[in-house]
C-alpha cells in the first residue's frame, strides 16, 4: 500500500488553521487534495496519528487536535481509592483527576486520552477517560476458578479493577485453585469484564517459588537475557582494561577510595575518597563506574539495558538491567582490581563549605569494600574512643562530618527528611518469611546518600548551564486534590499547613513536629501518598522533596538508563562532544517516558514482593495481638498500620459492634453515635489479626482498644 501523500504536519497544520468545527476524514481529504486512489492510505495516517495522540476522534468519527477537544493524553496512575490521575504527555501540564466511574476500562499506567469536563479553582482538571492508546500490561497472574460453568481469574500480578473472563476453551486445562498466566485478548469491548486465556500453568499458591514467578510474569519482568545480549557482554568483560584505556584519564589509584553497600551487594557502582590538599582544604571523591565506556549505544548490550531500564529488587533475587558479566565483573567497583570511573571531586574549605567542582574520567583501584554495618562500627567506634586513628577510620569520619554538614544545608533549604523505614524481610532455605521487621537506618546510609545527591545535582547544574541533552529527575509540587488527606491530618496533630501554594518547607516542618514519636511513620506515609511521583524528562522542572532546583540520575549506571545516558552525555562534554549529539528533544522526551513507565513497573514488582511476603507471613499470626496507628479512615472502615511488622490492615465497619459509627470526610473519623467515641487518623490502637486472605492480599483486623492515650504509646 503506498505512503500517503500528505504529512503529519500538513494535517496538524490545516486542523490548527481552521479550527471552527471537527472534520470527517473525507472533508479532510477533500481539504488536502488527497485522491480516491490515496484515501486509503491517508485514513492510515490519520489513524497512527490517532494512536499517537496528535489528533483527537470523536465518537461519530469526526477528527480535530486534542486542544480544540479539551483533550490530552497521557499515563494512569489509580490511587489507592480507586480514582485515577492522569500525568500527561506534556510536561508543562497539569495532571487530570479522573473518578473511578469514569476510568472506563483503563487500568493503572495505561497510556489514555483523557477529556477535561470541569477546571475548578485551585484544584486539578477533572475529566474522564475516552481512549486507551496503549495497555500497561498484555497479560496477568492470578487464580482460576470456576463457578457455574463460567471460568474466571481474580487478577493479583498486577491487580486489576475487575476479574478476568477465561472461555472454557481456552482455560488450557486449568484446575480451579492454580496459579496461571492469562493473555488478555479483549479488555471489555464486548462487556464490563476483559476476556482472555490461559497460556501458562504456574501451580498452586503454596508451591515453593510460585509467588515469585507470579510477580514475575505478572509485571511482564524477564526472567533471563537473550543468549546474543549474554555472548555480547562476555566478549566485554574479557577484553578488560587494556593500557590505551587509560589515556586522558586521571588517576586516583594510590589514593584511598573505597565502596560502602548493603552486606549482600553484588554490584558496587559508587565508591568514595576524600584527601588532604596542601593548603588545608579537602577534596571529596565520588566516583561512579564509567559503564558508558563498555556499553556503546546501539549495542545488543544498550537495546536490552534501555528496554529493561531499570534493575528489579525482589525480596529473594535481583533482575539485572545489565548481564551479570558486566554488572558483577568489569563494571563494579570490586576491591584490589583497577577500574574505570568517571569521578566528581569537590573543594572543601575548613569549615566544610563546597567550592569549586570539576568532573573527569578516571582509573580507581577500590581499597576496601565495606558494608554499611562495618562503615557504622567504625564510625562508632572511634566516636567512643575504642578505635585507633587508622587511614579508613579517619577518611570515614572526613566523609561524616562533610554529609552531615551537607544534610543541614539542604533541610535548611527545605528538603522533606521522610521517616520511612524499609520492611526486612527474612527467608528460609525454602523462601518463606520467617521474620520482617524495619530496616535500621544508619549514619553511614545517610553519609552515602549525601554525597550521591551532591553529585546528582552537580551534574544537573552542569546541564543546566552548557544546555546538555541529559535527563532531568523532576519531582513537582503536590496538587491540590492529593494533600486533602495531609491538610487533616496536619490540623488533627495541630500542626496546620499553609492555605495556598505548598512549600517543600512546609511538608518538613510538619514531618519534624513528629520526629521521635509514634506518628512520625504515618505523617510521612501520609504526605508520600500526597506526593507526584517523580519523573525523568528533558526539561528541568526541579525537584520538590529535596529542594533542589535541579536534579538529575548520575549515580548508579548499572542499575538505571537514565544514568547511563546522562553517563554519557557527560563524558562527551569532558571530551569536547557535547554539541554532536543526534539525539532530539522528542527522542530525550521518549526515553524519558520509557524509563519512568519501566520505573513505576519495578517498584510496583518490588513493593508486591514485599506485601506478598507479609501476608504470608501474617497467616502464622492469626489471633495475635498488635499496636499500630491509624492510617487511613474511610466510610467502610479503618485501616491500620501494625508496628512490629510495617503491614497494613482493615478493621471494617461492621466489626465495630458497639455502637452505630458515621463517617466525616473532612476530618477523616468514624464517631459513635451514642457513645460519640471517636477514631481519627493518627490515633494509636490495639488490634487482633482475624483473617488474612492470600488471594486479595487482604489482613482484617479487630479493635481491641483505643484510641490509646499518650500515656500507653501514642508519642
Known amino acids: 500500500m503506498p505512503d500517503s501523500p500528505v504529512t503529519r504536519q500538513q494535517v496538524l497544520t490545516y486542523l490548527t488553521d481552521h479550527p471552527k468545527r471537527p472534520l470527517t476524514a473525507r472533508e479532510l481529504a477533500r481539504a488536502l487534495g488527497v485522491d480516491s486512489e490515496n484515501y486509503r492510505s491517508f485514513r492510515r495516517l490519520l489513524r497512527e496519528m490517532e494512536g499517537d495522540a496528535l489528533l483527537f476522534r470523536q465518537r461519530k468519527g469526526r477528527y480535530g487536535l486534542p486542544a480544540q477537544f479539551e483533550a490530552a493524553s497521557g499515563r494512569l496512575q489509580v490511587t489507592r481509592s480507586g480514582d485515577g490521575f492522569v500525568i500527561p504527555d506534556d510536561a508543562g501540564s497539569e495532571d487530570v483527576f479522573v473518578p473511578a466511574r469514569d476510568l472506563e476500562t483503563a487500568q493503572d499506567g495505561d497510556r489514555v486520552v483523557v477529556r477535561i469536563d470541569r477546571r475548578p479553582r485551585g484544584r486539578n482538571p477533572e475529566g474522564r477517560i475516552v481512549r486507551v492508546l496503549e495497555r500497561a500490561v498484555s497479560q496477568v497472574v492470578g487464580i482460576y476458578h470456576r463457578q457455574k ?21 481456552r482455560s488450557g486445562g486449568a484446575e480451579a485453585g492454580q496459579v496461571v498466566l492469562v493473555e488478555i485478548e479483549d479488555w471489555g469491548a464486548r462487556g464490563p469484564r476483559p476476556i482472555g486465556r490461559v497460556t501458562r500453568i504456574l501451580g498452586r499458591p503454596e508451591e515453593p517459588g510460585v ?8 509485571h511482564q519482568l524477564p526472567l533471563e537475557f537473550p543468549d546474543r545480549v549474554e555472548r555480547e557482554a562476555e566478549r566485554i568483560a574479557r577484553r578488560g582494561i587494556r ?21 549482600d551487594a553484588r554490584d558496587h557502582d559508587d565508591a568514595v575518597s576524600v584527601r588532604e590538599l596542601d593548603d588545608g582544604t579537602l577534596e571529596v571523591g565520588v566516583h561512579i563506574a564509567d559503564v558508558s565506556f563498555y556499553v556503546k549505544r546501539g549495542s545488543a548490550v544498550d537495546r536490552e539495558g534501555a528496554e529493561r531500564a531499570t534493575s528489579v529488587y525482589l525480596v529473594d533475587r535481583v533482575v539485572p538491567m545489565l548481564p551479570e558479566a558486566l554488572s558483577n565483573s568489569i563494571c563494579s567497583l570490586v576491591p584490589g582490581e583497577d577500574r574505570l570511573v568517571v569521578s566528581v571531586l569537590f573543594r572543601v574549605d575548613g569549615e566544610g563549605r563546597v567550592g569549586q567542582s570539576r568532573i573527569v574520567r578516571g582509573v580507581i583501584r577500590s581499597a576496601h569494600r565495606l558494608s554499611y554495618e562495618q562503615a557504622q562500627s567504625r564510625l562508632d567506634g572511634a566516636a567512643a574512643g575504642r578505635l585507633d586513628q587508622d587511614p579508613l577510620t579517619r577518611s570515614l569520619q572526613q566523609l561524616s562530618r562533610f554529609a552531615g554538614n551537607l544534610r543541614d544545608a539542604r533541610f535548611e533549604a527545605g528538603a522533606i527528611d521522610f521517616a520511612m523505614p524499609e520492611a526486612k524481610v527474612e527467608l528460609d532455605e525454602q523462601g518463606e518469611p520467617v521474620a520482617i521487621a524495619p530496616r535500621e537506618r544508619l549514619e553511614a546510609h545517610r553519609l552515602i546518600e549525601d554525597l550521591m545527591i551532591l553529585a546528582n545535582e552537580t551534574i544537573a547544574r552542569l546541564g543546566e548551564e552548557e544546555d546538555l541533552p541529559i535527563l ?32 517543600p518547607r512546609d511538608i518538613a516542618d510538619l514531618v519534624e513536629s513528629q520526629s521521635g514519636t509514634r506518628r512520625e511513620y504515618l505523617v510521612s506515609v501520609v504526605a508520600l501518598r500526597s506526593m507526584k511521583q517523580a519523573r525523568y524528562s528533558g526539561d528541568n522542572r526541579g525537584h520538590f522533596g529535596l529542594a533542589s532546583e535541579a536534579y538529575s540520575h548520575f549515580t548508579s549506571p548499572i542499575r538505571r538508563y537514565p544514568d547511563l545516558h546522562v553517563h554519557r552525555v557527560v563524558t562527551g562534554w569532558i571530551e569536547g562532544r557535547a554539541g554532536r549529539s543526534r539525539l532530539t528533544r522528542d527522542d530525550l522526551e521518549t526515553i524519558a517516558r520509557h524509563c519512568s513507565v519501566r520505573e513505576r513497573r519495578a517498584e510496583a514488582a518490588e513493593r508486591e514482593s514485599i506485601e506478598l511476603m507479609t501476608i504470608r507471613y501474617m497467616e502464622r499470626h492469626l489471633g495475635d495481638e498488635f499496636e499500630g496507628t491509624i492510617s ?4 467502610f472502615g479503618l485501616f491500620v498500620m501494625m508496628d512490629e511488622v ?8 461492621s466489626s465495630l459492634v458497639d455502637d452505630y459509627y458515621v463517617f466525616d470526610a473532612e476530618t ?44 500507653r504509646g501514642s508519642g
Open 149 to 169: 460453568g463460567q471460568g474466571y481469574v481474580v487478577a493479583q500480578e498486577p491487580p486489576l479493577t475487575t476479574d478476568v473472563l477465561v472461555p472454557q476453551d
Open 211 to 218: 509467588a515469585v514467578l507470579s510477580i514475575l510474569f505478572g
Open 243 to 263: 593500557p590505551e584505556d587509560l589515556d586522558g584519564r586521571e588517576d586516583f589509584r594510590d589514593q584511598l577510595v573505597y565502596t560502602i553497600d548493603p552486606a
Open 472 to 503: 532531568f529527575r523532576n519531582h513537582e509540587p503536590p496538587s491540590e486534590d492529593r494533600l486533602e488527606g495531609l491538610r487533616s491530618l496536619a490540623r488533627l496533630l495541630g500542626h496546620p499547613l499553609p492555605e495556598g501554594q505548598i512549600r
Open 632 to 635: 487511613g479512615v474511610t466510610g
Open 646 to 653: 510495617l503491614a497494613e490492615g482493615l478493621i471494617r465497619v
Open 668 to 711: 477523616f473519623t468514624l464517631t459513635g453515635r451514642g457513645s460519640r467515641r471517636r477514631l481519627r487518623l493518627g490515633d494509636r490502637v490495639r488490634v487482633q489479626v482475624v483473617r488474612v486472605d492470600p488471594e486479595n492480599r487482604e489482613i482484617d483486623l479487630d479493635l481491641l482498644d483505643g484510641p490509646l492515650d499518650p500515656g
